[in-house]
């Protein structure tokens, strides 16, 4: 069981940064891939990034490759994403998961967090 809980969202100017933060509980967090995913208002949540159980390795969707920066810090139970050069269609619902395996898919993650906005003002 792992139960999480997202925070750092906020409202930016375009251009700007910002760093969304997932907090996690439960045994099995370090040995869990965690995602970031974000929904935009009557869009489909889509995939973000992704971190393996070590960090060791990452996926990024292709929208924020180079922008976007995920990591995980396995001995405070926490995932980060740093956001830099933030454009307006990055305006969504940001959500951490966990899951078994690192992956773009939303379907092998089964524990999510509650989201936390993020706004991207032009």
């Known amino acids: 069981q792992v139960q999480l809980v997202e925070s750092g969202g906020g409202l930016v100017q375009a251009g700007g940064s910002l760093r969304v933060s997932c907090a996690a509980s439960?045994?099995?967090?370090?040995?869990?891939?965690m995602g970031w995913f974000r929904q935009a208002p009557g869009k489909e949540r889509e995939f973000v990034a992704a971190i393996n159980w070590s960090g060791g390795s990452t996926l990024y969707a292709d929208s924020v490759k180079g922008r976007f920066t995920i990591s995980r810090d396995n001995a405070k139970n926490t995932v980060n994403l740093q956001m830099n050069s933030l454009k307006p269609e990055d305006t969504a619902v940001y959500y951490c998961a966990a899951g078994p395996s690192t992956t773009r898919s939303i379907l092998p993650y089964n524990y999510w967090g509650q989201g936390t906005q993020v706004t991207v003002s032009s």
């Open positions: 439960g045994r099995t967090f370090s040995s869990s891939a």
